[in-house]
Structures are given as C-alpha cells and as structure tokens.
C-alpha cells in the first residue's frame, strides 16, 4: 500500500498541474489620476484581448508616484501628467529614457456653477476660494500656477489664502462640485465628468506649458513581455479612440518630443 501511495501523489501533483487554472501574468502602473476613467477602459479591453495578463493600477498625483517608485513601489509602467515627473524616474535610473514617450495630452479649464461669469483669469480676484492641485505634486496645479503666473494674479491669490490645495485633480474638481470652492483649476476630461460644475473658461495655451503626458517603462517592467505588450497596445488605435472618447488631444507628437 505504501508503495502504491508513493507511485500515486507523484501523479496526482502532475495532473493538478494540468487541472489548475495558470496564474495571470501582473503588469502593475502607476497612473496620474485624470486619466484614471480613460485607462480603465483601456485596460478592460487589453485584458479582454489577453486573457492571460491582469493589470493592476495605482491613480494618484504624478509627484507621489513618481516619489513612490524611488522608494520601492513595485510598477512596471508609469505615465505623468508632467514631464519632469519622468525625467525625474530616468535620473534616478528608474526608467529608461529609451521607452519614453508622449501618450497624450490634455486642457486646462476653470470649471464652478453656471451663475459664476469669468471671462479672463484676471475675474477669479473677485472669488474667495478657488481650489488648485498642490503645485508641488500635482502637474494640474503647477499648470494654473503658470496661468495665474502669467496673469499677475497668482500673487494676490495665494497671499489672501484664496487657494485651496486639493492632493490631485480629481479632489480639486470634487471640491468644485460639492460648493466647498467657488471654482477650481481641472482638466477638460475632468469637466465633462463633473456633477454639479461647467467650464466656466479655457485657459489659452500660451500662458503654462502644454499640458503632456508622459509614457515610460520602468526597469522591471522593460523586462517583462506582459508590460512590453500593454505598452504597444496604449499606442494602438483602440486605446487612441478610448482616450479621445473621454476628451483627450490624441493629436500631436508622440514620439516623445517636448
């Protein structure tokens, strides 16, 4: 009996290997929360296409992520809604300069309640608080500091304590929504997801940088195929009509150049 146990779990074990079900291959990205939606659906349709592979995003701030991935947080592809975010990763020697690329990009607006008339930057003097991305992290808010820059009022805002920092984008836009803010600094793919907000103005491009996102692959994820093949497909044109589809400008270099 023995004898026949010893024979048999051998077989048992090899036929389990036949039986279970393989373990899909993870692709873990890092982010930026304003195109969380879009992405979603992008790697809804990537997983549907390729059953084998489960992708598992972290949204935030393009700074915390990028701050994250030096201090250890596991990711295979990061996309900033801020260059310097990933110039930031290939000094560091976490990404290679060789896999990045422009994803997209995307407008800056002004959005609050309808009853609110800006007409030009220089009108949001007469608001008491306006809700930006912290500068510091948040590409977003580094943007609306560029454009209140330019316009001469950015000053006068912030020694008035008129700005309220939110952590990313998307809780600038919550604040916009709930009243806690008469107006906040968001993407126009943002806006069109709001509740309770409309655009209320478009910032003109000329006064901050344009506002680009930025692919790249970091070391770990250069290596693995399932990253390498979920990078090829976020250039492809299922994803390119997902990203236009939430409001995106796929129009444009993508070659990564600035």
Avoid at 55 to 80: R, T
Avoid at 231 to 258: H, M, Q, S, V, W
Wanted: overall charge neutral; hydrophobic content about 45%; glycine content about 8%.
């Amino acid at each position: 009996m023995k004898n026949k146990m010893v024979i048999l779990l051998p077989l048992i074990g090899l036929c389990l290997l036949f039986v279970l079900p393989a373990r899909a291959e993870e692709v873990r990205i890092s982010i930026a929360a304003s195109l969380k939606d879009a992405v979603n659906e992008i790697t809804a349709a990537f997983v549907k296409s390729n059953p084998g592979f489960s992708i598992v995003p972290n949204f935030g701030s393009s700074g915390s992520l990028a701050k994250q991935i030096v201090q250890g947080a596991p990711a295979d592809l990061f996309i900033s809604a801020n260059p310097d975010w990933i110039e930031y990763l290939v000094k560091e020697g976490k990404i290679s300069q060789d896999t990045v690329r422009i994803f997209t990009h995307n407008i800056l607006v002004f959005v609050g309640p309808k009853t609110t008339e800006i007409s030009s930057l220089a009108d949001l003097a007469r608001l008491q608080r306006i809700a930006i991305g912290s500068p510091k992290s948040v590409p977003a808010g580094q943007y609306a500091e560029q454009a209140m820059q330019a316009a001469g009022i950015y000053v006068e805002l912030a020694a008035s304590n008129k700005l309220v920092m939110a952590k990313d984008v998307r809780e600038a836009l919550l604040y916009a929504d709930r009243r806690e803010v008469e107006g906040a600094f968001v993407y126009r793919t943002d806006a069109l997801l709001a509740q309770n907000s409309t655009i209320l103005y478009s910032v003109p491009a000329g006064m901050h940088d344009r506002v680009s996102y930025l692919l790249g692959l970091t070391r770990e994820g250069e290596q693995k195929k399932a990253a390498r093949d979920f990078d090829a497909f976020l250039a492809g044109p299922e994803a390119l009509r997902i990203l236009e589809k939430y409001g995106f400008d796929i129009g444009g270099d993508t070659t990564g150049n600035k």
